[in-house]
């Protein structure tokens, strides 16, 4: 395989052939890069993580030590999967079908996990697919996520539920007013209407 001369793929790695890596990204110890999956400039992938068949990622994209990412997931620039995420592609698994007979891959539909921008998924959150997580959206350690999250949610718990807003920086946004919250660290302010909240500067 030829990739290059920027990436970086250790060499107990498994990386298929048909796999296509960008520049600047690193993939450690112990990782395995299934065929046809894509990853963009600068992304790293961890010890022993998994990404799947197909799967694409965009640009710096970070996959933590023994995160599992199936296909056909789609993971958002500038996103962030903890250690030991897992991010499912079957909403009703079995090995065998009714009559008993061992399950083939013709045999079921994968589903996938989609992550927006700039989301993190904590350590050790499961991702049950079909779900969309939403930009810059937090998933908690330990969550299961079995709905869709909003843009700048913070989900946390089994099943998981939004306690809070969260901003570009990480932080839990402050309300200002019934419709307003601004970001303690960088000022940023965001707009609530009808359970979504909006970046009030991105407005036009």
């Known amino acids: 395989m030829t990739f290059d001369e920027s990436v970086r793929?250790?060499?107990?790695?498994?990386v298929d052939e048909g796999a296509e890596i960008g520049s600047g990204s690193s993939v450690w110890h112990l990782a395995q890069v299934r065929e046809q999956a894509v990853l963009g400039r600068g992304c790293v992938i961890g010890r022993g993580a998994?990404?799947?068949?197909g799967v694409r990622l965009g640009e710096n994209v970070k996959v933590q030590n023994y995160a599992l990412?199936?296909?056909?997931?789609?993971v958002g620039d500038g996103a962030f999967i903890g250690p030991a995420a897992v991010f499912t592609n079957d909403h009703r698994p079995r090995s065998v079908d009714p009559d008993g007979k061992q399950k083939r891959a013709g045999d079921w539909h994968a589903v996938?996990?989609?992550v927006g921008e700039g989301a993190s998924i904590?350590?050790?959150a499961v991702c049950v697919a079909p779900v969309r997580i939403g930009r810059w959206a937090m998933v908690g350690a330990g969550a299961v996520v079995t709905g869709d999250v909003p843009d700048f949610a913070l989900v946390v718990g089994v099943p998981a539920r939004r306690i809070?807003?969260?901003g570009r920086a990480g932080e839990r946004l402050e309300q200002e007013a019934p419709d307003t919250w601004r970001c303690p660290e960088t000022g940023a302010l965001y707009r609530e209407a009808d359970g979504e909240l909006t970046e009030i500067d991105n407005e036009h």
Request: proline share 8%; aromatic share 12%; no cysteine.
């Open 9 to 14: 793929i250790a060499p107990s790695a498994d």
């Open 50 to 53: 998994y990404i799947g068949t």
């Open 69 to 74: 990412v199936y296909e056909p997931a789609e």
């Open 112 to 114: 996938g996990v989609t």
């Open 122 to 124: 904590g350590a050790r």
């Open 164 to 166: 809070a807003w969260i």
